[in-house]
């Protein structure tokens, strides 16, 4: 059975990877910030969580009790372009200095671990037409995506000069019942006060490429195979972009609703006008996102509903 870590492992992604993993027969571990009862983390095939940064006196913790594991998932640091302009240094902590403490760590006393590391679309940035290549020039324009551009780079530079074996995944729009913020989030909680209208930010012809988070973890489990010191870039999306008017209309479709969508028509900072993912490289590795997204949006509709029940 392999040991695998993950930091970061009590968030969105976090924790459905780690059931994943669980489900494969991996030994699941994981660092990260916050309480989480012992009964939790282990619903989630978690056998070990340590709450704490992302700091060698953690790791090291770690690795006396599970030896180095084979494969370390760092999916801890910042995780939305809109907190990043409103605590940059929090964001670079999160992102950029994770990411040094961990390869460092690696670098000196666990080299045998492959790293699959978590990136964004936000290093992108704006100006791209139509699908994007993972060797398109990188232009961000948010401290988020700056942030992630310089995650990678860290380890393009640990893997060519220190050997660590690393692969990036760049994940574009990422959704699922179970996810409390972004765009559907916002869309529910409007739509549960039963309005007339729904006030949105942006003209709602933004194109985003949406994955679900059961295609998100199908991904990142065939990432690891990818590892190499060149630090690999694979994207994560569908191909396939869908307009914000449209996510609307799906979602409420799904509830039910015959709200109309308002927008304001000026649109948040760092909000790029289309990111979706040319998906060349991941159909090498033989992926394929599986989940349509009419049917990954109602999921989170009936879940959204059944939690503001609680």
């Known amino acids: 059975m392999s040991t695998i870590w993950i930091t970061g492992a009590r968030g969105f992604i976090g924790?459905?990877?780690?059931?994943?993993?669980?489900?494969q027969g991996g030994i699941v571990l994981g660092l990260g910030h916050g309480a989480w009862p012992e009964d939790q983390f282990r619903k989630w095939g978690i056998s070990c969580?340590?709450?704490?940064?992302?700091a060698a006196c953690n790791l090291q913790q770690l690795l006396s009790q599970s030896g180095c594991p084979e494969v370390i998932y760092h999916l801890a640091g910042g995780s939305a372009v809109g907190p990043s302009f409103a605590s940059p240094m929090e964001d670079f902590i999160r992102t950029v200095d994770s990411t040094a403490q961990?390869?460092?760590?690696?670098?000196?006393?666990?080299?045998?671990?492959?790293?699959?590391?978590?990136?964004?679309?936000?290093?992108?940035?704006?100006?791209?037409?139509?699908?994007i290549r993972e060797d398109a020039s990188l232009s961000p324009y948010s401290p988020y995506g700056f942030h992630k551009a310089m995650m990678e780079t860290l380890c393009q530079s640990y893997g060519a000069n220190f050997g660590v074996k690393i692969s990036v995944a760049r994940f574009f729009s990422v959704y699922g019942a179970g996810l409390e913020k972004q765009l559907l989030w916002d869309i529910c909680r409007q739509l549960s006060a039963d309005p007339p209208t729904i006030l949105l930010s942006g003209t709602g012809g933004e194109i985003r490429d949406w994955i679900h988070i059961s295609d998100v973890v199908r991904l990142l489990w065939q990432m690891k195979d990818l590892c190499?010191?060149?630090?690999?870039?694979?994207?994560?999306?569908?191909g396939a972009g869908t307009t914000v008017r449209d996510i609307v209309s799906l979602v409420c479709r799904a509830w039910g609703s015959s709200a109309v969508p308002e927008f304001s028509g000026i649109q948040r900072p760092g909000d790029p006008e289309s990111l979706?993912?040319?998906?060349?490289?991941?159909?090498?590795?033989?992926y394929h996102a599986l989940k349509p997204l009419r049917e990954g949006v109602s999921e989170v509709v009936h879940w959204y509903k059944e939690y503001s029940k609680r």
């Open 15 to 23: 924790r459905h990877l780690a059931a994943h993993l669980s489900r």
């Open 49 to 54: 969580w340590l709450n704490g940064d992302i």
């Open 102 to 131: 961990l390869l460092d760590w690696i670098r000196r006393d666990c080299l045998t671990a492959k790293i699959v590391c978590i990136s964004s679309a936000a290093v992108y940035g704006a100006g791209h037409q139509g699908p």
């Open 228 to 238: 190499h010191r060149s630090a690999p870039v694979v994207n994560g999306g569908t």
């Open 276 to 286: 979706v993912a040319d998906m060349q490289s991941a159909h090498k590795l033989g």
